[in-house]
């Protein structure tokens, strides 16, 4: 399966944006997120609900959701020359070996594996990695968040004998990323996350909550979790997310919509200031990042399914992954790059054209074509309307 590069402009924005033909800055104002580009898939194996961690300039590793049909909990692939470069996973290693260190004397292990899902690594000081993760609790029987630390961002990675939180709500917790807000000084660190999934089951309505911890330890609880998103009733809820600062300090909040087997779609909250806590206006269905569909080159043609699980590059409000099915009926989800860029826009926060209920029925915007650019097709998702992208 041979990696291609596809310039092909995903426009995300609501009806009530006006783009202007300046860039996005801190002077601008508003700024509307699209992306510019898609390039993958970057190896031919399954990659889960992958997140990355970039070293140094060329140094980058990816981690994924457990291969079932391997007694591996956190596999891993590695590029050393860049984020499009040349990755290589690595076959039969573990960052967390079960032989060595498990996932936690908390954990419980459903369906003869560990059932570790969404790992996250961050680097935690200039010696130390951290890992958050997924997985079941053996008091509760909910998936809670646990942590691990290591030396080397291939492990082993130690867990800590306590998971660092299981939500009170009795859903439990899935999709973590960590992240680092650079803005303050010294830098704030988070735990976003999926808040209400039942084990084994994507049916309990959820949300993107957001929950602070010590800068030092990335363990240590900080206040209470902040609600970032309300799903739309009658949808699969929200999961997945990745946080970014835009250009003009406000965040950016990329998340999946609907179910992952049918009807998955990459979408963008934006925050109404520069704190990070929000509040942020989701827009559904208005402001569609990455959907399905047919991607061309004029030489070339590639399909992606159920595009979502996004993870930004570091500190990089521009370089992001993504899984993605290659056929629509494959289970099969494969992992993809590509790039942000933002537009200058004027933008109210009180109106808002996303009724959309996670079927591909509601009103706003799909992904559209920019003129001037390769030839792209991307088809538009059933009652979406195409406006001119910005440029």
């Given at each position: 399966?041979?990696?291609?590069?596809?310039?092909?402009?995903?426009?995300?924005?609501s009806?009530n944006?006006a783009?202007?033909?300046?860039?996005?800055?801190?002077?601008?104002?508003a700024?509307t997120?699209?992306?510019?580009?898609i390039?993958?898939?970057?190896?031919n194996?399954?990659?889960?609900?992958?997140?990355?961690?970039?070293?140094?300039?060329?140094?980058?590793?990816?981690?994924a959701?457990q291969?079932?049909?391997?007694?591996?909990?956190?596999p891993?692939?590695?590029?050393?020359?860049?984020?499009?470069?040349?990755?290589?996973?690595?076959?039969?290693?573990?960052?967390?070996?079960r032989?060595?260190t498990?996932?936690?004397?908390?954990?419980?292990?459903?369906?003869?594996?560990?059932?570790?899902?969404?790992?996250?690594?961050?680097?935690?000081?200039?010696?130390h990695?951290?890992?958050?993760?997924?997985?079941q609790?053996?008091?509760?029987?909910?998936?809670c968040?646990?942590?691990?630390?290591a030396?080397?961002?291939?492990?082993p990675?130690?867990?800590?004998?306590?998971?660092?939180?299981?939500p009170?709500?009795g859903?439990?917790a899935?999709?973590?990323?960590?992240?680092?807000?650079?803005?303050?000084?010294?830098?704030?660190?988070?735990?976003?996350?999926?808040?209400?999934?039942?084990?084994?089951?994507?049916?309990?309505?959820?949300?993107?909550a957001?929950?602070?911890?010590?800068?030092?330890d990335?363990?240590?609880?900080?206040g209470?979790?902040?609600?970032?998103t309300?799903?739309?009733?009658?949808?699969?809820?929200?999961?997945?997310?990745?946080?970014?600062q835009?250009p003009?300090?406000?965040?950016?909040l990329?998340?999946?919509?609907?179910?992952?087997k049918?009807?998955?779609?990459?979408?963008?909250?934006l925050?109404?200031?520069?704190?990070?806590?929000?509040?942020?206006?989701?827009?559904?269905?208005?402001?569609?990042?990455?959907?399905s569909?047919?991607?061309?080159?004029?030489?070339n043609?590639?399909?992606?399914?159920?595009?979502?699980?996004?993870?930004?590059v570091?500190?990089?409000?521009?370089?992001?992954?993504?899984?993605?099915?290659?056929?629509?009926?494959?289970?099969s989800?494969?992992?993809?790059?590509?790039?942000?860029?933002?537009?200058?826009?004027?933008?109210?926060?009180?109106?808002?054209?996303?009724?959309?209920n996670?079927?591909?029925s509601?009103?706003?915007?799909g992904?559209?074509?920019?003129?001037?650019?390769?030839?792209?097709s991307?088809?538009?998702?059933p009652?979406?309307?195409?406006?001119?992208?910005?440029?």
């Amino acid at each position: 399966m041979a990696s291609r590069f596809f310039s092909a402009f995903f426009v995300a924005s609501s009806l009530n944006f006006a783009f202007s033909q300046s860039s996005c800055g801190p002077s601008s104002g508003a700024c509307t997120p699209y992306v510019t580009d898609i390039y993958g898939p970057l190896f031919n194996q399954i990659f889960a609900d992958p997140s990355v961690l970039k070293v140094d300039n060329s140094t980058y590793y990816a981690y994924a959701t457990q291969h079932k049909k391997e007694d591996i909990n956190v596999p891993y692939a590695v590029s050393l020359n860049g984020l499009r470069g040349n990755w290589t996973e690595a076959k039969g290693k573990d960052a967390m070996p079960r032989n060595t260190t498990g996932l936690g004397a908390w954990t419980v292990a459903p369906h003869g594996d560990s059932g570790l899902w969404d790992p996250d690594v961050s680097q935690l000081n200039s010696t130390h990695f951290i890992i958050y993760y997924a997985a079941q609790s053996a008091k509760t029987n909910e998936r809670c968040i646990g942590v691990g630390y290591a030396t080397s961002p291939t492990g082993p990675f130690i867990p800590t004998p306590e998971p660092l939180f299981c939500p009170s709500t009795g859903a439990g917790a899935i999709d973590v990323d960590g992240v680092l807000d650079t803005s303050k000084s010294p830098p704030d660190r988070y735990v976003l996350y999926k808040n209400g999934s039942y084990p084994g089951s994507h049916s309990q309505l959820s949300h993107c909550a957001l929950w602070q911890v010590d800068l030092a330890d990335g363990y240590t609880k900080i206040g209470q979790p902040i609600q970032l998103t309300t799903p739309l009733p009658g949808t699969d809820g929200e999961e997945g997310a990745a946080l970014t600062q835009m250009p003009n300090g406000r965040w950016l909040l990329m998340h999946t919509e609907g179910n992952w087997k049918q009807n998955y779609t990459t979408v963008y909250a934006l925050s109404n200031g520069t704190d990070i806590k929000g509040p942020y206006l989701d827009y559904h269905l208005s402001g569609i990042l990455l959907d399905s569909g047919n991607l061309t080159d004029g030489k070339n043609s590639t399909e992606i399914y159920q595009p979502g699980g996004p993870d930004f590059v570091g500190k990089s409000n521009t370089d992001f992954i993504f899984m993605a099915k290659t056929t629509n009926e494959s289970l099969s989800r494969f992992l993809y790059a590509g790039t942000m860029a933002y537009q200058a826009s004027s933008w109210s926060p009180a109106g808002r054209n996303g009724t959309g209920n996670g079927t591909g029925s509601g009103t706003g915007l799909g992904p559209t074509i920019v003129p001037g650019l390769n030839s792209v097709s991307v088809p538009l998702l059933p009652g979406t309307v195409s406006v001119p992208g910005p440029g």
